[in-house]
């Protein structure tokens, strides 16, 4: 794992993967949903408040994560910086960062 702690509690590798993920969804959503209604709505402003409290939310988490050393200081720029323009840099960030890592250990039989 090179130096790398797999989690520390409930911030973990996956976990932020997830919610990256989920991130980029809602902010697909808000483009749509912009772009199709052509103005301030009430959708808009839902899914805009939600991507920007899941940005901050990120943020936050992610500077933890590098700083346990779960994610690296890469993946937590591109999230805190990057991810306010658009969240997609972040999850193709955790996808490139996925790619180096281990695949967990197979779940061994119940004694």
């Given at each position: 794992?090179?130096?790398?702690?797999?989690?520390?509690?409930?911030?973990?590798?996956?976990?932020l993967?997830?919610?990256?993920?989920?991130?980029?969804?809602?902010?697909?959503?808000?483009?749509l949903?912009?772009?199709?209604?052509?103005?301030?709505?009430?959708?808009?402003?839902?899914?805009?408040?939600?991507?920007g409290?899941?940005?901050?939310?990120?943020?936050?988490?992610?500077?933890?994560?590098?700083?346990?050393?779960?994610?690296?200081?890469?993946?937590?720029?591109?999230?805190?910086v990057?991810?306010?323009?658009?969240?997609?840099?972040?999850?193709?960030?955790f996808?490139?960062?996925?790619?180096?890592?281990?695949?967990?250990?197979?779940?061994?039989?119940?004694?």
């Amino acid at each position: 794992m090179s130096g790398r702690r797999a989690g520390a509690g409930p911030l973990t590798f996956t976990r932020l993967r997830a919610v990256s993920f989920t991130h980029s969804c809602i902010y697909l959503a808000l483009l749509l949903c912009a772009f199709a209604l052509g103005g301030p709505q009430p959708e808009t402003f839902v899914l805009g408040l939600t991507h920007g409290l899941m940005w901050i939310g990120m943020s936050i988490a992610c500077l933890a994560a590098a700083r346990m050393r779960i994610v690296s200081v890469r993946l937590a720029v591109a999230v805190a910086v990057l991810g306010g323009i658009g969240p997609f840099f972040g999850s193709y960030e955790f996808v490139r960062e996925g790619h180096g890592r281990e695949p967990p250990p197979a779940p061994g039989p119940r004694s």
